[in-house]
């Protein structure tokens, strides 16, 4: 029922910037936190940072500076303004969100399906 759209990913160059956002809908009771991971090529998720619903915001070391994480609470979305793209941040990006679908249900972790990012002259 709860579904993660996201949208923006593909190729840019390195130094270059890119905008990933990512809605939620379905059965929404409540949204808690909602974040970003990433997961390269023969390599491990990667957890890039996350937004509280009080708009608290942290970040990996590896992207803090560069990446920025909004959200519009009311329209149920999250953001990641990507600025100073290196190669290395070249990855398919998840949004995720911790989601209460009932009143008297506990939050649980959604994720969306997953976006490509290309860095490469």
């Known amino acids: 029922q709860v579904q993660l759209v996201e949208s923006g990913g593909g190729l840019v160059q390195p130094e270059g910037s890119l905008r990933l956002s990512c809605a939620a809908s379905?059965?929404?009771?409540?949204?808690?936190?909602m974040g970003w991971q990433r997961q390269a090529p023969g390599k491990s998720r990667e957890w890039v940072g996350d937004?509280?619903?009080?708009?608290?915001?942290k970040y990996a070391d590896s992207v803090k500076g560069r990446f920025t994480i909004s959200r519009d609470s009311a329209k149920k979305t999250v953001s990641l303004q990507m600025n100073s793209l290196k190669p290395e941040d070249t990855a398919v990006y998840y949004c995720?969100?911790?989601?209460?679908?009932?009143?008297?249900?506990?939050?649980?972790?959604?994720w969306g399906q997953g976006t490509q990012v290309t860095v490469s002259p």
């Open positions: 995720y969100a911790q989601i209460r679908t009932h009143p008297r249900d506990s939050e649980n972790y959604f």
């Open positions: 379905g059965s929404i009771f409540s949204i808690g936190d």
């Open positions: 937004i509280s619903s009080g708009g608290q915001t």
